[in-house]
């Protein structure tokens, strides 16, 4: 697709779709809004086909169907599914096995997948865990083949997936000539370029956990991505008990913390997925060397202290540009953060169909200057 010439002086054009089980929003600054339309139907269709591909909702996806040859034969997969897996392992390895695609059998056994939610007993949970293990995955890169080695694995992008769409979104965006959007995924933000098209970054808030109406903390960003992961998204409560979505590949069991959010700022949105719920599964002293400018990774912890919510002093918010180091980013992403004594803005509610949760979607409500917010809330 030849690119007409782009200005800060271009239109915005912004269009929402249903896609993986949440809304997509993707807006983008453009002269010619006929090209940003075609920009916009190609993007899109990217999206859609990831989700055919990568959902565990439709027993025709390519993913099911890798499930299925568990404990089989190898197979050949594509070039997408091989990419985002790839990049999943390598963060599992990073991540100690914090973050682990194969916590599908766990995520079903809780309910987490199709339900109903309830508390398994050990012994089912010792079951789950003997078929929850990156390591159980064989790979043949140069035939891109894989091998999921033991009967009953369920590999499960959903940690993963919505990062990984935004990044090749952003991707066909900047192929196209883009420069300048925003593109928020069911909470998972990626903040292209400036909000004018010239120089005024964007702003991302990341709400109050507990407080949807406030805002916790405010950053302006461009060219990053914001996820993230915490308790409130999708949970249940048993026996007086909050039970996350989030589950723990070591004890097969959801993650059991104080850790009420947490939230990443990086590079790479496939980068700030993965590692918002890895963190969530390793907690800020564990997940501390994984931050910091040098890898241009910035982390908000809040915590639960008594009937109080707090900001632990392990976050990173270093207010400075920071290098873009991450495959397929060219520019330098930059991050500015001022804390929020805690106004509270208007929202906009959607019912987020497969998934019993909404999502809290803001956009240019409070003047012109916050576009995103970060974070779905259990409803
Ligand atoms: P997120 O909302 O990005 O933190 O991802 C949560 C989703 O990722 C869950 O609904 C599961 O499908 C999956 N998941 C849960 N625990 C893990 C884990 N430890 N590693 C990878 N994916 C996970
Ligand atoms: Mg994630």
């Excluded at 998972?188 to 949807?212: C, F, K, N, Q």
């Amino acid at each position: 697709m030849s690119a007409p010439p782009v200005s800060g002086t271009g239109r915005w054009v912004q269009r929402t779709w249903v896609v993986m089980g949440t809304y997509l929003t993707v807006r983008i600054l453009h002269e010619d809004p006929v090209y940003a339309g075609r920009v916009l139907d190609d993007v899109i269709g990217l999206v859609q086909d990831l989700d055919r591909r990568f959902t565990l909702y439709d027993p025709s996806s390519e993913l099911w169907a890798l499930n299925r040859q568990a404990g089989g034969p190898a197979v050949p997969v594509s070039e997408p599914l091989w990419d985002i897996l790839e990049q999943a392992i390598a963060y599992s390895r990073e991540t100690k096995g914090a973050f682990d695609v194969t916590v599908g059998p766990i995520v079903q056994l809780w309910g987490f997948l199709e339900g109903p939610r309830r508390v398994p007993s050990d012994e089912e949970i010792a079951q789950a865990r003997t078929r929850v293990g990156y390591r159980k995955i064989d790979r043949d890169p140069s035939r891109r083949m894989v091998r999921l080695t033991t009967p009953g694995m369920v590999l499960d992008f959903g940690g993963i997936a919505k990062g990984y769409a935004l990044d090749r979104a952003v991707e066909r965006l900047r192929q196209a000539g883009l420069r300048h959007g925003l593109l928020n995924f069911g909470g998972e933000i990626y903040a292209m370029g400036t909000s004018d098209g010239l120089d005024r970054p964007w702003t991302v808030i990341v709400r109050h956990p507990r407080r949807p109406d406030r805002v916790w903390q405010e950053f302006h960003v461009r060219d990053m991505a914001v996820s993230t992961s915490g308790d409130y998204e999708r949970f249940f409560v048993a026996r007086g008990r909050r039970y996350s979505h989030i589950l723990s590949p070591w004890t097969g069991r959801p993650v059991e913390t104080d850790v009420v959010s947490v939230t990443v700022v990086t590079p790479s949105a496939t980068e700030a997925d993965a590692l918002s719920t890895a963190f969530f599964v390793m907690g800020p002293e564990q997940a501390q060397a994984l931050v910091g400018s040098d890898r241009c990774r910035y982390v908000l912890w809040i915590r639960q202290q008594g009937d109080r919510l707090v900001e632990d002093p392990r976050s990173v918010w270093p207010p400075r540009p920071c290098p873009a180091t991450t495959a397929g980013v060219r520019e330098f992403g930059s991050l500015a953060v001022r804390q929020m004594g805690g106004p509270s803005v208007g929202t906009t509610l959607g019912v987020a169909p497969q998934i019993a949760y909404v999502c809290l979607v803001v956009s240019g409500l409070i003047g012109a200057r916050i576009w995103a917010t970060t974070g779905c809330f259990y409803a």
